[in-house]
């Protein structure tokens, strides 16, 4: 079976570029959480969605961050203008609502000069 | 406010050696809890979890640990430690009130020594 699909890996940007990381859930799965990691601070949650509708955005850090989930397989997380700041590994989990089981992707390395 | 707390950062034990990896939580009720191991360049696993019952969970890889409601923790045990098992360990704790919000510890990086 396909775990949760992540793209790009890696993405090297400069300041003030657009930034689009994507997310395909495993089939079945109904809520989706998109996961910031930084050495600095951890493991933060962003946003997370169930049965495609966003449901807590509170940690996600500001107004350049949007993240849309326009149907049950498909997920993406933007950024625009991007910052050094936003230099992290993102990651995009899925779940069966209540399992209380993330299935986490490889995650995308974001690297911006 | 719910939040963990993963008071080691960095472990070092030597292979063979017995394991325990420690986690506090606060939270207004009884939580969900996790562990997830996160190995270099991946995304995180489940190991265990526990939602009610036996406080004592089993999980994969040879691990387990035991919630005590009484000190507000969810350590992780292993009783015999292999080079494999290091990594990054992440504790985490999950709302049992329906949205399904996950909050996860800082981490603790085990060091395992052959």
């Known amino acids: 079976d396909a775990g949760v699909i992540q793209s790009p890996r890696h993405e090297v940007t400069e300041m003030g570029q657009e930034v689009t990381l994507r997310c395909k859930p495993i089939s079945g799965h109904n809520s989706l959480f998109w996961y910031r990691q930084t050495m600095m601070r951890g493991l933060e949650l962003l946003i997370y969605?169930?049965?495609?509708?966003?449901?807590?955005d509170s940690g996600m850090p500001e107004d350049r961050f949007s993240a849309k989930m326009p149907n049950a397989s498909f997920s993406t997380l933007k950024i625009q203008p991007s910052e050094p700041r936003d230099s992290a590994v993102y990651f995009c989990a899925s779940s069966v609502a209540g399992t209380g089981e993330l299935f986490f992707g490889e995650g995308s390395r974001l690297t911006v000069l | 406010a719910q939040s963990v707390t993963q008071p080691d950062i960095h472990i070092t034990v030597s292979e063979g050696a017995s394991l325990e990896l420690r986690c506090n939580y606060s939270?207004?009720?009884?939580?969900?809890l996790f562990w997830y191991v996160q190995s270099p360049g991946q995304g995180l696993q489940l190991l265990l979890k526990?939602?009610?019952?036996?406080?004592l969970v089993q999980g994969i890889k040879g691990f387990e640990a035991e919630f005590k409601r009484s000190q507000s923790s969810f350590n992780l045990r292993k009783p015999s430690v292999h080079w494999s098992d290091a990594a990054e360990y992440f504790c985490a704790v999950g709302s049992t009130s329906g949205t399904y919000k996950y909050i996860f510890g800082t981490g603790t990086r085990l060091k395992v020594l052959a």
């Open positions: 939270y207004g009720a009884t939580p969900y």
């Open positions: 526990y939602f009610s019952g036996d406080t």
């Open positions: 969605f169930n049965n495609n509708v966003p449901i807590d």
